[in-house]
């Protein structure tokens, strides 16, 4: 019979994204995860398999811990869709701002590091990175619906927008941590969502 596990499992794979976005993916090792997790290396196999299902889980934790929890919360009919998108993006430029690390997004970060040559890796960020589309699509076009977001572009073209403005806020963020320049960022596209 099984011995039962000795640890807690959400605590170690907080462990286990703390150090891989520290670090990335390539550049942390079995031996930095099974340190920072406080675990042997046979234990950390015995529990996730290898690194890269360890990374897979890690990474799917952080989604359902930030980006899902952040969708949900703002998807509460009773905010209002504009301001729902700008609390979005609101929070975000408040979590970069106070990143001394300056870690970014752990999905933006899989996207870059492993999206090229990692198939799994890529569809996992990209599923993620379509929900978050998916938001603000929903979010647009409930706003068009009701005249408080403009109509001069779809709901799709506006999703996509904000997208990539997420994207660019998240990869600035990394090397330019500067208020000025991330709501520089956001404030014309924010500008691009109200009606006339």
């Given at each position: ?35 920072s997790m406080g675990l042997t290396g046979a234990s ?21 811990e930030s980006v899902a929890d952040r969708i949900r ?46 198939p799994e890796l890529r569809a996992a960020a990209g ?70």
């Amino acid at each position: 019979m099984a011995r039962p596990r000795a640890f807690d499992e959400n605590e170690v794979l907080d462990a286990a994204i703390r150090c891989f976005w520290m670090h990335g993916y390539e550049a942390t090792s079995v031996r930095d995860l099974a340190s920072s997790m406080g675990l042997t290396g046979a234990s950390l196999y015995n529990a996730f398999g290898d690194k890269h299902a360890l990374y897979e889980r890690a990474l799917k934790r952080y989604v359902d811990e930030s980006v899902a929890d952040r969708i949900r919360r703002l998807e509460d009919p009773v905010i209002a869709p504009r301001a729902a998108i700008g609390a979005f993006f609101d929070e975000i430029v408040e979590r970069s701002l106070n990143d001394p690390d300056m870690k970014g997004c752990m999905v933006v970060n899989a996207a870059v590091e492993l999206g090229p040559h990692d198939p799994e890796l890529r569809a996992a960020a990209g599923r993620t990175l379509g929900e978050i589309e998916a938001f603000f699509h929903r979010r647009v076009a409930a706003g068009q619906t009701v005249g408080a977001i403009s109509t001069d572009q779809t709901a799709e073209d506006l999703a996509h927008m904000l997208l990539g403005v997420l994207l660019g806020i998240r990869v600035l963020a990394r090397i330019r941590p500067e208020r000025a320049l991330l709501e520089g960022v956001l404030r014309p596209a924010l500008a691009a969502l109200e009606p006339r």
